[in-house]
């Protein structure tokens, strides 16, 4: 059960609350967001929700038969936006960020943030901090990189969404960043979890590599619970025993995600299937599947990419996916 509380409800009423909850038989915890205070009660009792909707303080009630409570769809009439700036992501917008899998070096971003620029992308991706299978792999710039990188997108007017890996670099990329992302690694890595609640930046979380819809549905419920509640998921394909893509890219994900949850759905065809010649594919399914938004990698030239060039768009290859999705929207009045 949720009780939404009234905005700056005085101490004693929201303790009478508690004590009624508390008699009922349901544990309780307490969250505050950016938005709004809210009771999550746990109990295996029915109540008469009119008991506690008509006490002083109260300004909702919700009964959630899932075990994710705030990122239900069943206590929203209507589907949650995010606001980046002057960006909206979510409910009826749709949203693309594009850009590198990782930042190289400023011509590198230059070159990218002009491509988004002239084919009317507004958010840039790019990591700085990489997670990579092999040790010997290119694992990012790091801090450095980001100051750059974020400095060439402020003169392009981009944000920017790039990933975070551990606790302590979250203080380290808070002023540089508009989106946190949450790699697939480290979906449920419940302390980085925790500590981005805290934080009033937007989140994308990716769903892992062998992870479950509704334990996508939980690493976002991690987020809300300790206070941020500008989420967004992020469909980018899971492992099977399929071996001839990369991943397989789950397109039933995105349609239960919509019924399941109020959040934004991304989808991620790069990751999704891994080859260049199919992402453009996969990427115009997601979005009549009914995704929110689109992000994919896009680099000058892929094949002298650092990470990920074999799923990396060229600025071509790029601006014919832009294209056609302008033409999907079109064909199936899609709000793009």
Not at 36 to 57: E, M, T
Not at 115 to 131: A, E, S, T, Y
Not at 232 to 261: H, Q, V
Request: one cysteine or more; glycine letters at 8%.
């Amino acid at each position: 059960m949720i009780i939404q509380l009234e905005k700056d409800l005085k101490e004693q009423y929201k303790q009478g609350i508690i004590n009624k909850v508390i008699s009922e038989g349901f544990t309780i915890t307490e969250v505050k967001t950016q938005m709004a205070a809210y009771l999550i009660c746990i109990s295996k009792n029915n109540i008469d929700i009119r008991k506690i909707g008509s006490l002083p303080g109260v300004m909702d009630v919700h009964i959630i038969s899932d075990s994710y409570q705030l990122v239900s769809a069943k206590w929203k009439l209507r589907p949650s936006s995010i606001s980046v700036g002057d960006v909206q992501i979510g409910n009826t917008d749709f949203t693309i960020m594009a850009g590198p899998c990782a930042i190289e070096n400023e011509s590198q971003v230059w070159s990218i943030a002009k491509h988004l620029v002239d084919n009317g992308v507004q958010i840039m991706r790019g990591g700085v901090f990489k997670p990579r299978s092999s040790p010997y792999a290119f694992q990012g710039l790091g801090k450095e990189g980001l100051v750059m990188f974020y400095k060439i997108c402020k003169q392009h007017g981009l944000k920017i969404i790039s990933e975070v890996m551990e606790v302590d670099q979250i203080d380290q990329m808070c002023d540089l960043v508009d989106i946190f992302q949450v790699g697939a690694r480290n979906s449920q890595n419940f302390n980085l979890l925790h500590a981005l609640g805290k934080t009033d930046k937007p989140v994308l979380i990716k769903r892992g590599t062998s992870g479950t819809i509704d334990e996508l549905l939980q690493s976002a419920e991690y987020v809300f619970s300790s206070g941020n509640e500008k989420l967004i998921l992020c469909e980018r394909g899971i492992r099977t025993f399929e071996n001839a893509s990369r991943n397989t890219f789950d397109i039933n994900a995105i349609p239960i995600l919509k019924k399941k949850s109020h959040l934004p759905v991304i989808a991620d065809p790069s990751h999704g299937i891994g080859i260049r010649e199919h992402v453009t594919a996969i990427a115009l399914a997601a979005i009549v599947a009914g995704a929110d938004g689109l992000i994919y990698e896009v680099h000058k030239n892929p094949e002298e990419a650092l990470s990920d060039g074999q799923q990396t768009l060229s600025f071509n290859e790029s601006a014919t996916l832009l294209k056609k999705i302008g033409q999907l929207s079109h064909v199936f009045k899609l709000p793009i």
